[in-house]
């Protein structure tokens, strides 16, 4: 199956500053998303990209699609508490194949 | 309001004992997915229905089956559960096959083995 690898694979951080993460694959993907999961629960859509080069916001957090459709990054400015979790991007092919990046842990130090 | 809803959110079972976890969607979506998630992990695909068309995922054992009775319904059976079986099991749908929609999750089931 295809490979996504996201990096960091986990983040300390102190309250306040900016995050950045990012997914990388050797394939070529038409849709990139970000998840976030927390404890306990199932993943939650943060953002979803559909074009190359397409930068989108939601709220504090700030995703782009990479201009080669291999990557995208995910930023996360003036991190709070409750940004603790498991992040995930996911890439998508055509036919909803569906794969998972490897996942990035983020703790945020009040 | 919860869009994918999972029942139970706990379980707990017996080494060998069947068990079943379901799974109910107000989205109106045709496909719907069964993951398998380890701690520490990214979930992993057990197995698909596009509308009843079922798809199973190479690797998957065949300790577990699933059923989608109608397009809201799923049911993921594990015939005999093991030690290894042991895991949060999440329920997704999305719109259509060829749709590049994203799926959408439930909250999961945390299967447990005694």
């Known amino acids: 199956g295809q490979q996504l690898n996201q990096s960091p694979q986990s983040m300390f951080i102190q309250e306040g500053e900016d995050v950045s993460m990012n997914c990388t694959s050797s394939?070529?993907?038409?849709?990139w998303l970000w998840y976030k999961q927390d404890p306990g629960e199932g993943p939650v859509l943060l953002i979803a990209?559909?074009?190359?080069?397409e930068l989108t916001s939601n709220g504090r957090l700030t995703a782009q699609f990479g201009i080669t459709r291999k990557d995208s990054f995910l930023n996360i400015s003036a991190s709070i508490p409750s940004d603790v979790g498991i992040y995930f991007c996911a890439g998508l092919l055509t036919g909803n194949q569906f794969y998972f990046g490897t996942g990035t842990s983020l703790t945020v130090i009040p | 309001d919860a869009m994918v809803i999972q029942n139970p959110r706990y379980q707990v079972t017996q080494f060998g004992k069947p068990v079943t976890l379901s799974c109910s969607q107000t989205l109106n979506h045709n496909v719907m997915y069964w993951y398998q998630q380890k701690s520490s992990q990214a979930p992993k695909l057990l197995f698909h229905y596009y509308d009843k068309d079922f798809n199973n995922e190479a690797d998957t054992p065949d300790n577990f089956q699933s059923r989608r009775p109608n397009t809201s319904f799923c049911f993921l059976d594990i015939r005999s559960p093991g030690l290894g079986d042991a895991a949060m099991y999440l329920c997704a749908t999305s719109r259509a096959w060829d749709s590049n929609q994203p799926q959408h999750f439930g909250d999961g089931t945390r299967l447990s083995i005694l």
């Open positions: 990209l559909y074009k190359a080069g």
């Open positions: 394939s070529i993907f038409n849709t």
